[in-house]
């Protein structure tokens, strides 16, 4: 029984260890780089998106926090090659824990051009995130962005923390 105490007072301290460690929420500044892929989904049925590429750099502390995102795809239109890209600046909040969530809103400028022609569009954009840290330095995510009323994207990504 004198063994079996400290034993299991052992085997609890290193159970209890991963709960007890620090989130990206815990007042820490977290920085960190993104990527991700993924669909965005079109109301115009002649417009073809390819698949885009999105990177991004962000800043958090207690869970509140600021990124600046740019996504990049080719599309076609009839035909015609087009070049999209956009580039947004959001506020989020993300909540506590190894598996979280995280809003988003803000402002987006976007851009299609293609030989020929220019149009630009700015406006709010926001969404939601839900991922998973693995480890400090890692995290996934998979989300849903509104670009505009009729561009929404479904994104997989990840994030290196530093």
Partial sequence: MKNLIPLILSLSAIAVTPVIAKDKTSGD?????GAKTGYIYTAF??????IPATFMLGIQKSGFGFE??????DMDKNNTDLEYESYAIYGTYRTPGKYYARLRAGYLEETLKSNINKWEE???????QFGMELGDAFSIEA?????????KYFTLGGNVHF
């Fill in 143 to 151: 989300g849903y962005t509104v670009i505009q009323a009729d561009l």
């Fill in 122 to 128: 700015d406006g709010f954009s926001g969404g939601i």
């Fill in 68 to 73: 600046f995102e740019g996504t990049f795809v």
């Fill in 45 to 50: 049925d002649e417009l073809d998106p390819k």
């Fill in 29 to 33: 500044i977290d920085f960190y780089l």
